[in-house]
Nanobody
Framework: QVRLVESGGGLVQPEGSLRVSCTTSGFTLDYSVIGWFRRAPGKEREGVSCINMNDGSTYYTDSVKGRFTISGDTAKNTVYLQMNSLKPEDTALYYC????????????????????WGQGTQVTVSS
């Protein structure tokens, strides 16, 4: 049974940093595509970033490029999203998701609908 459990969310001031984690079980992380989505208040859920654990390639939506970094640790079955220079508009419920496709094309981030989702962890950026 696939399970994704997020942790590490919280309250942070603008320009601060936070790292959220996704601990996985029930599948082999080494050969997976896994990533992060978020839903801000009053907005649609959007894809933030993904990593292809087969080759280490990573992709990001435009609004977080240069500020967020996704990484994975197969020994710990965990994927991380390091978020720096946080802005109030980054406030959202952040979800870990697995088993989908993602890519950059023409400078934009595209992704399919994931098969598996975590419950989410809240990130609030506010002074």
């Amino acid at each position: 049974q696939v399970r994704l459990v997020e942790s590490g969310g919280g309250l942070v001031q603008p320009e601060g940093s936070l790292r959220v984690s996704c601990t996985t079980s029930g599948f082999t992380l080494d050969y997976s595509v896994i990533g992060w989505f978020r839903r801000a208040p009053g907005k649609e859920r959007e894809g933030v970033s993904c990593i292809n654990m087969n080759d280490g390639s990573t992709y990001y939506t435009d609004s977080v490029k240069g500020r967020f970094t996704i990484s994975g640790d197969t020994a710990k079955n965990t994927v991380y999203l390091q978020m720096n220079s946080l802005k109030p508009e980054d406030t959202a419920l952040y979800y870990c998701a697995a088993d989908f496709s993602c890519r950059n094309y023409g400078g934009h981030y595209y992704y399919t609908s994931p098969a598996y989702w975590g419950q989410g962890t809240q990130v609030t950026v506010s002074s």
